[in-house]
């Protein structure tokens, strides 16, 4: 009977009623007023105010930190490539890039 | 207390006042379906009062996703959707606290509860159901309380889960196989 509850047929022995009111499912008593009561009262709105605060702050430091993190190992990069941290250096304007620039821009 | 008022109420009145802060008309709503919110969370979560959290959430999401409810599909299904997603968000919850503490079988994550009602002949056949549901894989265990517990056809559990009707077929025929095997032992 409970396999058969599953298919589409008609149910005409009323068998699959019957499971189904068996298995009737339900919350306890003051369910609904439980429910109101998380939502409406005064302590869950400022709940959820302090919980969106918390997520938001949370978010952004995470975001904050990987970016400093990036720029981090940024700087490391150059610094191992090119040896300095210079401005020019950062910029990618180091003396041994000068000629392969004024190549690009003259197009010889 | 419910105000009496709202019983017969259309559901789309309902949601405008609800949107408009009539804390009764939500009530209203809640008392409407909490019955079908108890088959889908029960069915899925055993029959337990650790699946009432849940219900509850199920309530505090619609009333603070009513101002996306467009109204093209009916509440029910609405809600619905809702039950169905934190139900199977708190299985995967539960999967991967137990995995990584405990070494529990699939069963074994869920409680359930012998009814308070004196029906011994009720009691045994909700028991039975209740473990042989929670010997199921939840994804197919979802398509089994769709059906059987509530009673939606294929076509409708198919928009209820927002997956294509052949997968709801086919987990079907896989579901009924395995609840075959598992109600062997209850013969």
Redesign the interface.
Known sequence: M??S??E?EPDNSGN?SK??E???????IG??????D???SKGAVKKRQDEFDRSFNLAFYRIALSAVAAIVLLMISIFLREGSLSFDSMLGLSDGYTESIICLLTGN | MIKESYRGYEDDFLVKASLNGDQDAFGEITCRYRKMVARTVKGMLGDSVYAEDIGQEVFIKLYHSLSEFRGEAKLSTYIQKIAVNLTLNEIKRRKRFFSMFMHKSNDELYEYEISADNNAEKNEIREIVNRALMALDPKFRIIVTMRMLHGYTTKETSEILEIPLGTVLSRLSRAQEQLREILKNYE
């Open positions: 409970i396999v509850s599953l589409d699959i499971l189904r068996s298995l009737e499912f339900d919350f306890r369910f609904e007023e439980r429910v109101t998380k939502i409406f």
